[in-house]
Every structure is written in C-alpha cells, then in structure tokens.
C-alpha cells in the first residue's frame, strides 16, 4: 500500500495545512481503514495456526535457592541475572521463532526452560534466547556467547572433543520426509535416482552421499528451503532427523508425510562449555527429575506429540559424558 | 595442519568447483558484458533500451536474491536446469553488468575521431566497433576487469548455500565433523588467495602486454 504523499509536497506553497491537512487526513484516514479491513480478513481466513500452542504449554516449578558455585557459567550467570541459551529458529516443533512474536516454542526450547527453572532461573523472563545456526554450535560455546545449548545437537565423538554435552534427553533418528501421494519412496532402499535434499554439510546429507551414492544429493542452506523444493517437485525427499521432519509433518499434513524406519540413532545432548564438568552434572541431575516428575513427558505431549506420534520413553542420561 | 591433510579431497572439491564455477561465469559474464556495452552505445534506441534495463535491474539486485529467483523461481515455471547451471547463470549475469560498464566507460576513452573515421570509411556499426574503437577500449578496461573477476570469484561462495560444490561451504561440513572452525577458515582462505592472486597475475600481465602507456 502506497502511503500517503507528506502534506509539503502536496499543499501548495503558501496555504500551509489549512489547505494540505484534511485532504491528507482524509487519505490516512482511508489507508488506514483499507489496512484494519485486509487485517480482519488475514485473521478470518487464515488457517487455524498449527504446532505448539502458548497456553498449552506446562510451567515448571523453578527451584528455589538453588547454588552451583562449582560452575563458573552458572556463577556468571547468576551474576546477570540470566541465562543465555542457544537454540534453533527453523524446526518447527523443537525450536522455532514466531517471526511476529519472537517467541521460541519447540522440544528443544521447553527443555531448555525446564533445566532454567532446574538451575533457579524463571523460563519466562530470565531466559534470553539466541538463536544458533549447526555450523557455530561449538564456537558459541567455546567463546561463551551462550550458557547452554538445546537445538537438535547430537552427541558424537568429534563434537565430545570441542563442547561437553548433558544428557542425552531424547534419541532420533534419521528419516524421510515425502509428499503425502508419494507411493515409491518408502525408505532409505528406494533413493537411488532420486532427489533428496539436507542441509548443507550436515550428518545426515553426509550419510546420503557416503551410503547411497546412487540417491542425488541435494544440498541447501535451510530445511525450509528443501521443504519448499519438495512441495515444488523439485525434490522426491527431505531427509534429516525425524524430529525436525515430524515437525514440518505436523504444519502440513494434508501434503507432507515422514516415512520408513529410521535409518541411523542420533541421541540428542545438551551442550555446555566443555570445561564446565559441573553444569553438566547439574543438567543431568536436573533432567532425570524432571523425567521422573513427568515435565519431559507433558513437554513432548505439547510440541512434537502434536505431530500424533505418542511420546517414547526418554532415554537414559550418561553418566559417561560428564566423567 | 590436519584440517587440511585429513580432508584433502573434501578441499579438494571444494577448490575445483570454486575454480569451474569462477571461470565458466567470467566467461559468461565477459560474453554478455561486452554485448550489452554494444548495446548500449547502440545507434538503435531499442538496443540502448535493452542494454540500459539490462545494467539498471541486475547490478542494483543483490545477488542472493537473483541466486533464489533462479533457484526457487524458475523451476516454478517449469525451467528445471542443473544447480551448477543456474549459479552460472546467476552469477554470470549479475557480474555481466559490472562487466558492461566497465567497457562502456573504456569506449568512452576511444577518441571521436576514430569512429568518425570508421564511418566515413564505410563501416557498418558492427564494423567500427568490432574492428575499431573495441580493440582501443579493451586495453584501457583491463584493471578494472580484473577487479570485477576478483569480485566474481568471491562471490561465487553464495552458491554453495544452493546445492553447488564450491570451497566455502567445506567449513560446514568440516564444522559438522568436529574439526576446529578457525582452521578450516584459514584454509578455506587460501584456497580463495590462491584463485584470486591467480587472476591478479594474469591481469597484470595483460596489462603489461596491452595495457595503455600513458
């Protein structure tokens, strides 16, 4: 919509806003009721907003005079008076950002809340969030950009030698993500000749190449964009942790399926300075109670449970990580 | 150190799609550059038109967009090409219009009186700039060419975020298998030094060959 042209150039020189207010009064008054009409019609034909939704979500008691002064993240975070996590912003139902709200919502980030709320910090208002792309992962930790890190982040041995790691607290597994009237493509067997699209440099693209060098890889920078690609029959499959697939599955079921069995075990951690052995010890302690009180099972039911799959037993912390 | 031997043919790669992408889009873009330039010096109005719109619209786009409406445009239309083919297409239109002007401005230098003279000898439009006031403009254009290939070569980076081998993107896969972020850069770095000095030294030495001596 074009805005209305300023009173200076339209009044002539002279009259001033006697003669240039009303008219653009009287456009701004027009643009204005044109922009509240196409507003009302947005919310009234927009579809019912899929994935997690605020008031659904579960609080989570925070505990009270909690101290780890073994941790220096800890202790500098208490310090500030908050704590900064990484998470992610693209994957729908474990770390997303409502681009108007600028709200995180997802797995990734109620776990994140519930190990706050573990550590003695509020989720609501003593969190701030910062959004962290795979590839820095590992620096944003190292340089102490952010406390913790909950985003999709799998345990491996390279990642072992740079960060520490908590947890795991839930194990994916890598899969298809495929057009709903695709009748072919049932698992990893049938990708020969075919395009399937992960993002660039990742685990799983890697995967692809090194054991089926007869699927075409396709690589892009985000899943969105692999997303888009597949509704377009650019490509025949995204493929990446099923996590993230079921997430995109969720948003649209009508045109988007996970298929097949998972094909590779990815356990999920959560990453922490890698010096800092005690803010990981407290991460597990802290994720074993809240599995045993239930938040990790609520916490699923709220986000990646939307997209039908029941909730899996969590799988068992390592104590192995954190020696 | 280890970066760079443990992964030599992930580098490797990387470094050669860099190289065909750099030189195939140069290619392109000189191509169209210098017919454009044609263009717009033109005695049709209608090819001054094309020439002009042509500058205006792909040296004012950023080249991330023109990287997705190639990608994620076309094949909506159903133009289905090769990832390789449409960042060549990309980069070598957006680096044709640099190109353009660069030339345009070297014809700017060629004294009047040698197209007047073409003319008045009897040669076409084609004649006098192919044979005449072109071969007199390359060798004023020469540095600033070479400048805009050196753009052209790191700019190429962008495509790897759109399925196309090139040596930037090696950092998130190296990145993803635990090895340390600020040696693969400084790599990565070289690899790009060792492309552009190459261009450097080619340039330079047409100057030397060609070059105008003021």
Same mark, same amino acid.
């Given at each position: 919509?074009?805005?209305?042209?300023?009173?200076?150039?339209?009044?002539? @020189?002279?009259?001033? @806003? @006697?003669?240039?207010?009303?008219?653009?009064?009287?456009?701004?008054?027009?643009?204005?009721?044109?922009?509240?009409? +196409?507003?009302?019609?947005?919310?009234?034909?927009?579809?019912?907003?899929?994935?997690?939704?605020?008031?659904? #979500?579960?609080?989570?008691?925070?505990?009270?005079?909690?101290?780890?002064?073994? @941790?220096?993240?800890? %202790?500098?975070?208490?310090?500030?008076?908050? #704590?900064?996590?990484?998470? %992610?912003?693209?994957?729908?139902?474990?770390?997303? %950002?409502?681009?108007? +709200?600028?709200?995180?919502?997802?797995?990734?980030?109620?776990?994140?809340?519930?190990?706050?709320?573990? #550590?003695?910090?509020?989720?609501?208002?003593?969190?701030?969030? %910062?959004?962290?792309?795979?590839?820095?992962?590992?620096?944003?930790?190292?340089?102490?950009?952010?406390?913790?890190?909950?985003? +999709?982040? +799998?345990?491996?041995?390279?990642?072992?030698? #740079?960060?520490?790691?908590?947890?795991?607290?839930?194990?994916?597994?890598q899969r298809l993500l495929v057009r709903r009237d695709e009748k072919q493509l049932k698992g990893p067997q049938d990708m020969a000749g075919r395009k399937i699209c992960s993002a660039v440099g990742s685990t799983p693209l890697q995967r692809i190449q090194a054991d089926h060098p007869r699927a075409v890889a396709v690589a892009y920078d985000s899943y969105a964009i692999c997303v888009d690609n597949l509704l377009n029959h650019q490509v025949d499959a995204v493929t990446t942790d099923d996590t993230i697939l079921l997430g995109y599955a969720a948003k649209d079921p009508e045109r988007l399926k996970v298929v097949g069995k998972a094909f590779s075990e990815e356990p999920y951690g959560i990453g922490v300075p890698r010096q800092d052995r005690a803010l990981a010890r407290a991460l597990d302690k802290a994720l074993v109670a809240r599995e045993r009180s239930g938040d990790w099972k609520r916490a699923y039911d709220a986000t990646l449970g939307l997209s039908g799959r029941p909730a899996p037993e969590p799988p068992r912390v390592d104590p192995a990580l954190t020696r | 150190m280890d970066v760079l031997t443990e992964n030599f043919s992930l580098y490797g790669e990387g470094f050669w799609g860099t190289v065909k992408l750099t030189v195939y889009s140069s290619l392109l873009a000189l191509a169209v550059g210098v017919l454009m330039a044609g263009f717009r010096v033109a005695p049709v109005r209608a090819l001054r038109v094309v020439g002009t719109t042509w500058v205006t619209v792909l040296r004012n786009t950023p080249l991330t967009l023109l990287f997705f409406a190639m990608l994620l445009g076309l094949p909506r239309f159903g133009v289905a090409l090769p990832f390789e083919l449409f960042a060549v297409l990309a980069l070598g239109c957006y680096t044709s219009s640099f190109i353009c002007e660069a030339v345009r401005s070297g014809i700017n230098t060629v004294p009047v009186g040698q197209g007047e003279a073409a003319r008045s000898l009897g040669m076409t439009f084609g004649q006098t700039l192919g044979a005449v006031v072109l071969p007199q403009a390359f060798r004023s254009v020469i540095a600033p060419i070479g400048s805009t290939l050196i753009a052209l070569a790191k700019n190429s980076a962008i495509a790897g975020s759109f399925s196309v081998v090139e040596l930037l993107s090696t950092y998130k896969t190296l990145s993803e298998n635990g090895y340390s972020v600020v040696w693969s850069f400084v790599w990565i770095a070289v690899g790009y030094l060792i492309l552009t000095l190459a261009i450097s030294a080619l340039f330079h030495a047409m100057e030397r060959r060609w070059g105008v001596a003021r």
């Open positions: 919509m074009r805005t209305p042209t300023p009173p200076s150039r339209t009044a002539p @020189s002279g009259t001033g @806003s @006697s003669a240039g207010g009303p008219r653009v009064l009287g456009r701004g008054l027009v643009a204005a009721v044109l922009l509240a009409a +196409t507003a009302a019609c947005g919310a009234s034909g927009s579809p019912p907003a899929r994935g997690p939704q605020p008031e659904q #979500l579960p609080h989570y008691d925070v505990a009270e005079d909690f101290s780890l002064p073994s @941790s220096p993240t800890w %202790k500098s975070a208490h310090r500030r008076g908050e #704590l900064t996590v990484g998470v %992610k912003e693209d994957q729908p139902g474990m770390g997303e %950002k409502n681009p108007a +709200t600028g709200e995180y919502t997802g797995f990734d980030v109620e776990i994140a809340k519930m190990m706050a709320a573990s #550590l003695g910090f509020d989720p609501d208002k003593q969190i701030e969030y %910062k959004a962290i792309a795979s590839a820095n992962r590992e620096t944003a930790l190292q340089n102490g950009q952010i406390d913790y890190y909950v985003g +999709t982040y +799998t345990i491996n041995e390279g990642r072992k030698k #740079l960060v520490g790691f908590a947890g795991p607290y839930y194990i994916a597994g | -």
